[in-house]
């Protein structure tokens, strides 16, 4: 079963930009697979920002959508997300996940928080 | 976008007792599409249930899960002292895919 593991900074300045990464092992992320970014702010529910496929495909949050932005790097068979523009709004635990919509396995998480 | 309301935010029960979460949508949700989802502290999230009664290999059967159209059931027959957890519920079926607030089985 595959392992995914976040890493990045776990603190960002206001207006600044969030980069986070997620390496993939025991699967490679130009297989068959979606993958994908879900949030959940401090005290709240999960929220789910985007997803990637290999092949270039990309969904976005709507809510999100003008600042995000998730890419792979197939020869590090890791994917990223960036999210600029950010506010305290955006402090959050992100967690990358292996799916499109239902996400069948799931990192840990790293928590980020933005402040000045 | 579908917003999911789950009840109750806390269930306080004690090892051997029966579960029964909630999870309402506040519109029809396409082809039942409702995912369960348990979180622990310091630990990922684990899949339970999809397509609103389905579990993934490995997990127990005693998770189970019903409903249709906007209201759905999260159902832990006889709690296990490590199913002490967060339980989210998800909606794949309409665009984007959204989760309720959570509730927790303390």
Redesign the interface.
């Known amino acids: 079963q595959e392992q995914?593991q976040e890493s990045g900074p776990g603190l960002v300045k206001p207006s600044g930009t969030l980069s986070l990464t997620c390496a993939v092992s025991g699967d490679s992320i130009s297989g068959v697979h979606w993958w994908t970014w879900v949030r959940q702010p401090p005290g709240?529910?999960?929220?789910?920002i985007g997803e990637i496929y290999h092949r270039g495909r990309m969904?976005y949050?709507?809510?999100l959508q003008s600042r995000v932005t998730i890419s792979l790097d197939k020869s590090k068979n890791q994917f990223s997300l960036n999210l600029t523009s950010v506010t305290a709004t955006d402090t959050a635990m992100y967690?990358c996940?292996r799916g499109?919509?239902?996400?069948?396995?799931?990192?840990?998480?790293i928590p980020v928080t933005v402040s000045s | 976008e579908i917003v999911l309301t789950q009840s109750p935010g806390t269930l306080s029960l004690s090892p051997g007792e029966r579960a029964t979460l909630s999870c309402r949508a506040s519109q029809t949700v396409n082809s039942n599409y409702v995912a369960w989802y348990q979180q622990k502290p310091g630990q990922a999230p684990r899949l339970l249930i999809y397509a609103v009664s389905t579990r993934p290999t490995g997990i127990p059967d005693r998770f189970s899960g019903s409903g249709s159209g906007t209201d759905f059931t999260l159902t832990v027959s006889r709690l296990e002292p490590e199913d002490f957890a967060v339980y989210s519920c998800q909606q794949y079926g309409n665009s984007p895919p959204t989760f309720g607030q959570g509730t927790k089985v303390e």
């Open positions: 995914l709240k529910g999960l929220q789910w969904n949050n709507p809510s967690y996940a499109s919509s239902l996400l069948f396995s799931w990192g840990q998480g």
